[in-house]
């Protein structure tokens, strides 16, 4: 729901992110890791990124989401695994003293410019 | 040509919700996140608690809305300042953003709360995401609303620190299977209490209001 939001970030930091002496170069493409229990839809923030984009250096650049599973470590057996849904129980050992090691990253990894 | 980048798209909020913590802790206040899907009884829950929690623990309250003030107006009532944030100033937002915490603050003399009390905006995904400068987060789910809830909204039974099970007095007129909605939180959050309770009649309240308290406690000097 807040995807307009996010995309306006995006843009931000990917603008920020263009070197001096590439001002003028076109971003070709945007990589983003979503975590899979980040509350975002990404068919939607591609939805905004473009209509935000048009008439600007990002236009008809690619926003590319690499989605992150959601990993998670039991704190009693060291146990590490990838959930298929939300259940936050130690298949091990069925402690309940779990942190989530990935799953709710929402990061820029890098933007790709043209190169002249 | 990759320019390397890593950075939170978040950053912004993070940033800002860090900013908040420091103040927040300056001013030697406690600030509970309270998040629900809309209709929840998130209101009432907060009428019945401010009024069990006066006058050992002092109380603020901002309430967010994306319209109107009748929140705001029923709180007022219980005599705590109150501020509301109507988020239709900040494009209609699904959530409250750590820069509308920050500015909302500014209206409330925080050197008189213990307790500073985020009435989030009715939604069960955005404000899960954003980080307000909070201490704890509590999330509101009645019995009207499907068992299945927890499930649907992983995240925001993730992040809470505290579930309240809140209109039990509408149980014996209801279907509502109460153990699969319990084992659903608990999956998602097998450590989180949960309270039961019905705001309308006052019954269950306590041992959450005892929580809270006990949560304040433990930060303010």
């Given amino acids: 729901m807040h995807e307009m939001g996010l995309a306006l970030q995006i843009v931000e930091i990917a603008k920020a ?24 839809v990404p068919e939607s923030l591609r939805f905004c990124f473009e209509v935000i984009t048009r008439s600007t250096a990002l236009e008809g650049a ?13 704190r009693a057996c060291d146990h590490e695994w990838t959930l298929n849904g939300p259940v936050f129980r130690c298949p091990a050992c069925d402690g309940v003293n779990v942190e989530m090691i990935s799953g709710r990253e929402l990061d820029i990894v890098s933007i790709e410019v043209e190169k002249d | 040509m990759e320019i390397k980048v890593v950075r939170k798209v978040l950053d912004v909020n993070d940033t800002m919700a860090a900013r908040n913590r420091e103040f927040f802790r300056s001013k030697n206040v406690f600030v509970l996140n309270m998040m629900s899907s809309p209709g929840s009884g998130k209101t009432t829950t907060l009428e019945k608690t401010l009024a069990l929690l006066a006058p050992d623990v002092r109380c603020a309250v901002i309430v967010g809305d994306v319209c109107t003030t009748n929140d705001a107006d029923r709180l007022a009532r219980s005599g705590v300042p109150v501020v509301q944030v109507n988020t239709d100033a900040f494009g209609g937002d699904c959530h409250l953003a750590a820069h509308v915490i920050e500015k909302a603050a500014m209206d409330l003399d925080l050197d008189q709360a213990d307790l500073l009390i985020v009435e989030n905006v009715g939604n069960l995904v955005c404000p899960a995401e954003f980080d307000i400068g909070e201490d704890a987060r509590a999330v509101v789910l009645s019995v009207t609303e499907g068992e299945d809830k927890p499930l649907k909204y992983p995240l925001m039974f993730r992040v809470c620190d505290a579930a309240l099970l809140n209109k039990t007095d509408l149980l ?21 209490p949960i309270f039961e309770m019905s705001a309308r009649t006052g019954e269950g309240l306590a041992p959450w209001v005892e929580w809270l308290k006990d949560q304040v406690k433990r930060k303010i000097r």
Avoid: T, W
């Fill in chain 1, 62 to 74: 690619e926003l590319f989401i690499e989605e992150v599973p959601v990993v998670a470590r039991c």
């Fill in chain 2, 172 to 192: 014996p007129h209801l279907d509502y299977d109460k153990a699969a909605a319990l084992e659903n939180i608990r999956q998602i959050h097998p450590e989180m």
């Fill in chain 1, 17 to 40: 992110s263009i070197p001096a002496q590439l001002a003028d170069a076109r971003v070709q493409r945007v990589n983003l890791k979503v975590g899979k229990m980040a509350a975002v």
